[in-house]
């Protein structure tokens, strides 16, 4: 029998060895269970040609041509990435609708003596649950946002929380992207559904009774959007916020984004996208400093005269939900930063 899935990442998932996705690589790509690998049963190419078939003969050709396909990639896979599985290995796979893919793979393994089993619905079940979870809610633990200022190293503070045992979610982790212009990251974004299932799995994975912890945002990081019910989440909660000097935090950015250090054209397109919301005189100003190498003084002038304004009128929005205000001199010891968030956490009603 088939397992019906009851959460995204539950105790039923992790009673077997291995999580294999059956589906082709594109699929696979997009999105995924976390912790599946990939085992086609059907390259991107076979499952176009088996799916012209069907449309343009008949769904018999499509399902002989299929099979012979799907049984020729499950022995590659079998004497390939399976061949060091024991006789007690437990796999669970799964396709789109955990249907012929699937179904196929499953019954050739079973014919080794594998214990193997699938998903009831397939991915379509298991994205199913995510929707529910990310759309309607709600998040299981009170949220608290950390807020402040672009350069206040509120990520990193995240990280120093959650490695003594505070319940965090990095936002701009999951979406690999640091929140603003200059925030976007050599490996890239992952897409919008991979995003949501990783968020929706450390959601179901929270503590009900203990706070949550996640960073002031915008609704978008890069491309990503936030999904509603953590959206409506970080609008409602309570907020600490970093209050930080200009110059700490423009020394901090400096180095924090080391990568822009070093390709100076990209910084120079970037500034290009910014002049038609400064004066003429501002940009060039940057420009020359940019040309100077003068990092420190060309993230204080972007810190001060760009995101500074744009982010007042952001938090601004949220005054009411604001419960303390963290003045910190420096971010030279962030250990101490983190020291005062979480003498202020432990005093949130």
Request: aromatic share 6%; hydrophobic share 45%; net charge neutral.
């Amino acid at each position: 029998m088939a397992l019906r899935l009851e959460g995204i990442s539950g105790p039923a998932l992790a009673g077997f060895d291995d999580v294999i996705d059956v589906r082709a690589p594109a699929e696979f790509a997009e999105d995924h269970l976390p912790g599946a690998f990939n085992l086609p049963v059907l390259s991107d190419d076979e499952r176009a040609q088996v799916g012209t078939i069907y449309k343009q003969v008949s769904p018999f050709d499509a399902r002989r041509m299929g099979a012979a396909m799907v049984a020729a990639n499950a022995a590659r896979h079998i004497a390939g990435p399976l061949a060091d599985r024991d006789g007690g290995w437990k796999p669970l796979v799964y396709c789109w609708r955990g249907g012929q893919r699937s179904g196929s793979f499953e019954v050739i393994l079973k014919q080794i003596g594998w214990r193997v089993n699938r998903i009831e619905g397939g991915y379509k079940a298991w994205r199913g649950l995510v929707v529910d979870l990310l759309q309607n809610g709600p998040i299981p633990a009170p949220v608290v946002v950390l807020d402040g200022n672009t350069g206040s190293a509120k990520t990193e503070i995240l990280h120093i929380l959650a490695a003594r045992g505070h319940q965090v979610i990095d936002l701009e982790g999951l979406a690999r992207h640091r929140g603003s212009l200059f925030g976007a990251v050599a490996e890239g974004q992952p897409g919008q559904k991979l995003f949501e299932g990783r968020l929706a799995a450390q959601i179901e994975a929270l503590d009900p009774a203990r706070p949550v912890i996640v960073e002031a945002e915008s609704s978008r990081i890069g491309n990503i959007t936030i999904p509603k019910a953590m959206w409506q989440a970080i609008c409602a909660a309570p907020r600490l916020r970093l209050e930080i000097p200009v110059e700490a935090r423009a020394a901090y950015t400096a180095l924090r984004y080391d990568d822009m250090v070093a390709d100076p054209d990209r910084v120079q397109a970037i500034l290009t996208r910014l002049a038609p919301q400064h004066p003429a005189e501002r940009i060039e100003a940057w420009r020359g400093q940019l040309a100077r190498r003068e990092w420190k003084e060309l993230s204080q002038g972007l810190l001060r005269d760009h995101y500074d304004p744009r982010y007042l009128k952001h938090r601004l929005r949220y005054a009411e939900r604001e419960r303390g205000v963290l003045a910190v001199e420096g971010l030279d010891d962030l250990e101490r930063v983190a020291d005062r968030v979480q003498d202020a956490l432990a005093r949130l009603p």
